[in-house]
């Protein structure tokens, strides 16, 4: 499913933004629960208790709180620190080699040590597997794991990648039981069995309900006794109402922006509910078929850029629970710059629209479709794609009208070829600049668009992704950047924020809303 491309955080419009919160690090091992339990409604399904199957938010979420990794990302960071290892290091300088050491006393939720066994076997499992809807796309570059005892684990990798560390640290890194998950097939009982702060006590259609797990060793510290997950599947208004009648204690992901912000303006019907606004990292672009006759041309491509305007945008359709985003990398990620504004201003130029179509030889009005698929996006897609529209036909140089279809047929006709220009949106793995360059751009990418440059693919991604400095990376990645403002193969349009609703008797959904994209059940607690 295109890595994590999904509903964003508010359905209309969410994903992370801005900076990252600050109060990081986590508590010593904890895994006592205490205080009440909570009731957390979703709009999100989850698609897999597998770890190498889902690679999705809602599954993510599961992983993230079922399941240990070697590392994990402290609340409000983007450095992985030990979870389950205690230490872990590239023991070579070509970032080739990286090796942990397993803490002691690991246990699964069902009483089996953690060694080294079981983590090889949850690495060599999934690139076995290699289910199409699952992580192993992650990790190309993983050419053998290593167990030298029981307490070390050593990765050998294929060519140098500096982000690896934050590829494990992530729900891909999940270690599974060996002696619960068949090696070769996914397991498919709705049943999970890991080492995190939370066991799985059940898993059904509409919820899943989740028990603190008395065996995990590790870094969280858990401030409740159980979390009850409730389904909504994509119905905004059900969530809604779930809240406001107090069957739900937290909303996360899918609220419409104007039910946001008529809560956050404290209106009557949001009494006794908070809004918690956090950072994130989850972006949406429109993005070009560089073989279509129209799109094709540099000077079209430009025209559009030259007339998008994302501050008109993020009001009217997102009552501002986005911002407008002019680099493919977001605000929060190291590296992130403005190339496009840069390049194309961030008020619209009908003048400079008509002299890069001029340029291209295009008296007459573009002729064109943009496409959406509010099924996976969100019911606002549809809005957005049409305010676009409206903006491109107000300046009197495009005909431009909005087709919406299913999300399996958009699949498959953006891999035909069929589309000109379409909506993507991108829910990242880890925040990290490579995670926003290196799938848009690299080796089969995840836009299918047919956009190819020697530079990028063939320089700058291995370059930067051999620096084990990231923040050393900022200058091949502002070129990297620059190349593709000037080629706008893809145009990025919005960088969402991250919000959770809760009633006024729970705490801690700040430390739960952040670029890591790790939703931290064990930090809620309440009355």
């Known amino acids: 499913m295109n890595k994590r491309t999904q509903w964003p955080v508010l359905s209309v419009a969410t994903g992370l933004a801005a900076g990252l919160l600050t109060g990081c690090g986590t508590s010593a091992g904890d895994s ?3 205080g009440s339990s909570i009731v957390m409604g979703m709009s999100d ?84 597997i290699n289910d199409s809807a ?25 060519y140098a990648d500096a982000t690896f560390p934050s590829k494990i640290a992530s729900g891909a890194g999940s270690i599974v039981d060996h002696n619960q998950y068949p090696a070769d097939s996914l397991r498919k009982d709705g049943t999970a069995v890991g080492s995190g ?33 409730k389904l909504f599947h994509g119905n905004q208004s059900a ?37 918690v606004e956090g950072s994130s990292a989850e972006v949406q672009h429109l993005v070009f078929n560089m073989a279509d006759p129209v799109t094709g041309k540099l000077g079209v491509r430009k025209a559009i850029a030259y007339l998008l305007d994302r501050d008109a945008l993020v009001s009217k359709v997102y009552e501002n629970t986005a911002t407008p985003l ?10 992130h ?70 999300f399996d047929q958009y699949e498959k006709d953006i891999a035909a070829g069929k589309y000109g220009v379409y909506v993507k949106g991108w829910v990242p793995d880890y925040p990290d600049p490579d995670n926003f360059t290196a799938p848009f751009f690299g080796k089969g990418n995840v836009l299918d668009n047919r956009y190819a440059n020697s530079t990028i693919t063939g320089e700058l991604i291995p370059r930067t992704a051999a620096q084990s400095d990231r923040s050393s990376t900022d200058k091949e990645y502002g070129e990297l950047q620059d190349i593709v ?38 930090e809620i607690s309440k009355d």
């Open 32 to 34: 006592g629960g205490s």
């Open 45 to 128: 399904d989850v698609l897999a208790t597998d770890p190498a199957s889902g690679y999705d938010p809602g599954s993510w979420l599961l992983f993230n709180n079922v399941f240990q990794s070697l590392l994990s990302f402290p609340k409000g960071g983007t450095e992985p620190q030990p979870e389950a290892a205690k230490q872990c290091s590239f023991t070579d300088t070509a970032t080739k080699v990286y090796s942990c050491t397993l803490k002691d006393g690991l246990k699964f939720s069902n009483g089996d040590s953690l060694t080294s066994k079981d983590v090889k076997f949850s690495f060599d499992r999934m690139l076995k």
């Open 134 to 158: 699952g992580p192993a796309i992650m990790f190309p570059m993983l050419g053998s794991v290593e167990t030298p005892n029981e307490k070390t684990v050593v990765f050998r990798l294929k």
């Open 197 to 229: 702060p939370y066991k799985l006590d059940s898993f059904g259609k509409d919820q899943a309900v989740f028990s603190v797990n008395s065996n995990y060793q590790g870094t969280a510290k858990v401030h409740n006794s159980g979390v009850t997950l």
């Open 239 to 275: 969530l809604k109402n779930a809240l406001l009648n107090h069957q739900v204690d937290v909303a996360y992901r899918g609220l419409a922006a104007a039910d946001i912000a008529d809560i956050d303006n404290n209106t009557s019907t949001g009494k006794g509910i908070e809004v």
């Open 326 to 335: 002019y680099s493919i990398i977001p605000a929060g990620i190291t590296a």
């Open 337 to 406: 710059d403005t190339a496009f504004f840069d390049t194309y201003g961030a008020r619209p130029s009908k003048t400079k629209a008509a002299a890069a179509l001029h340029a291209a030889g295009i008296t007459g009005k573009v002729k064109l479709t943009l496409w959406s698929t509010p099924s996976r996006y969100g019911p606002a897609t549809d809005e957005e794609l049409k305010t676009i529209a409206q903006q491109l036909n107000d300046s009197g140089m495009f005909d431009a009208t909005v087709k919406s279809v299913p």
């Open 485 to 522: 403002a000037r080629d706008v193969p893809m145009i990025p349009v919005w960088q969402a924020k991250q919000y959770a609703l809760r009633r006024e008797n729970v705490y801690g959904l700040e430390y739960c809303l952040d670029a890591s994209t790790v939703f931290r059940f064990w």
